[in-house]
């Protein structure tokens, strides 16, 4: 017979909701944060150069899902949290250090730069 869980138990138990995900524009332009409780959990965008699927998820900055349509994504991304296999978001301070420009970092902000790991991938860039 399997020990029964007490109410003490029970009240620690968390429910996964999908009414739980909010969707919030960050600048008007088609991109979105996922949160859950105020806390982001993945960012939802729109790219204007593929037609045949626009939307992603991306979570810390790594593409995880693609969609034709704004509504697959976000059911796609409340479904994950859900099941509990949606992949965590790591926020990076360095990655908002690089939002700031360089000559407005202080010299312990420029060392946290300096000191980050370089991204090994590389990446294609193309000519306007």
């Known amino acids: 017979m399997m020990?029964?869980?007490t109410v003490n138990e029970k009240a620690f138990v968390k429910i996964l909701n999908e009414d739980d995900v909010n969707f919030?524009?960050?600048?008007?332009?088609?991109?979105?944060?996922?949160?859950?409780?105020?806390?982001?959990i993945a960012?939802?965008?729109?790219d204007a150069f593929n037609y045949s699927n626009p939307w992603y998820v991306s979570v810390?900055?790594?593409e995880v899902y693609r969609s034709a349509l704004y509504y697959e994504a976000t059911d796609?991304?409340?479904?994950?949290?859900?099941?509990?296999?949606?992949?965590?978001?790591?926020?990076?301070?360095t990655t908002v250090l690089l939002d700031i420009p360089f000559d407005e970092l202080s010299s312990e902000e420029w060392e946290r730069v300096k000191n980050y790991?370089?991204?090994t991938e590389s990446v294609e860039l193309v000519a306007a």
């Open 117 to 119: 790991p370089a991204v």
């Open 60 to 62: 810390s900055g790594v």
């Open 76 to 93: 796609w991304v409340k479904l994950q949290y859900v099941a509990g296999t949606l992949a965590l978001h790591q926020p990076t301070e």
């Open 43 to 46: 960012e939802l965008s729109h």
């Open 24 to 40: 919030t524009d960050i600048d008007g332009f088609y991109n979105f944060e996922v949160q859950v409780n105020g806390e982001v």
């Open 3 to 5: 020990p029964q869980a």
